[in-house]
């Protein structure tokens, strides 16, 4: 009988497999493949994962919280990774994909618009990257969370708008390197609060409203109209006490502050801090139409 219900469903594949069996022939290319399945279905049951079907290099799970499919995948990038120090293994890597959704559950397989989501954020992972989706990264607690980045924007079968792809940084030395650092006595203090206005609109991003949306469509907390601007452009928010904002859009995010200085932000984030312009699509000049004025505020 078939069975509704909302899930994390995670592929997980062999990069290059047609290769290995080009460049070491079928026995020791199907033992390589065969040990990569058997550490993404163990780390899968470790995380409180069922395993759905695999299909050639490929393995479907779902998890019952995005948090255990992340920790699920992680120890998948991370177990391969160290097995290709062994003497003697081939080195492969793998990708992986995950979206939280909807599915219908029909015996042992699931069916939606959940699952092709899923399986095309596999399509756009590159080797040894974790790629998922907005909506599954709002699932996620915040030690994941601060994790993620965003990385590009994609088309969905079933989807009417672009869907924000993001990546979780699962290596340790980059996951480290997205941590605020921890300022030292003397130095700038962190911004508390930003200040944006845009014409006769003043919104204020803080611990008590963490987060705005910028953009031409009517539901976002800042509407801006023009050609270059997209629905949902970009986003201004909180994090550990520094503004950031994430870039959303097809033609990118300009920053100048009062010194002139400008930055370029594009499917990216960058940190906001002192006084300047944000321009969606295009670099605003102070006083211009379309200029988005941010100011922060300790």
């Excluded at 992340?70 to 990038?77: E, F, G, K, L, Y």
Aim: aromatic residues 4%; contains cysteine; glycine residues 8%.
């Amino acid at each position: 009988m078939a069975k509704d219900l909302e899930v994390a469903i995670l592929f997980a594949d062999v990069v290059g497999s047609t290769q290995l069996y080009d460049k070491f022939g079928d026995t020791k290319a199907s033992e390589t493949v065969a040990a990569c399945l058997d550490v993404m279905k163990d780390a899968t049951l470790q995380y409180n994962g069922t395993v759905i079907k695999t299909i050639g290099d490929e393995v479907m799970s779902t998890f019952p919280t995005v948090d255990e499919a992340m920790s699920a995948a992680i120890h998948m990038q991370g177990r391969i990774t160290a097995d290709n120090k062994q003497e003697g293994r081939i080195a492969v890597s793998i990708r992986i994909g995950c979206h939280y959704g909807p599915v219908v559950q029909e015996q042992n397989d699931i069916f939606g618009a959940a699952v092709h989501t899923a399986n095309r954020m596999t399509s756009q992972a590159k080797s040894r990257q974790i790629v998922i989706t907005g909506e599954t990264v709002m699932k996620m607690s915040d030690k994941f969370r601060e994790l993620t980045r965003q990385i590009d924007v994609a088309t969905v079968r079933g989807k009417l708008d672009e869907v924000a792809l993001y990546e979780l940084l699962w290596n340790p030395d980059e996951a480290t390197s997205m941590l605020p650092t921890i300022e030292l006595e003397g130095q700038a203090r962190k911004a508390t609060r930003v200040l944006l206005s845009f014409r006769n609109q003043n919104i204020e991003v803080s611990d008590r409203r963490k987060s705005v949306t910028l953009g031409r469509a009517e539901d976002n907390d800042l509407v801006i109209k023009g050609n270059l601007i997209s629905r949902i452009h970009a986003k201004v928010e909180m994090r550990r006490g520094k503004v950031i904002i994430v870039d959303q859009s097809t033609n990118g995010t300009f920053l100048i502050n009062v010194q002139g200085e400008e930055t370029f932000v594009r499917r990216d984030s960058a940190q906001l801090s002192g006084e300047g312009t944000i321009g969606l699509g295009r670099a605003e000049q102070p006083g211009a139409s379309l200029a988005i004025h941010f100011k922060t505020l300790e």
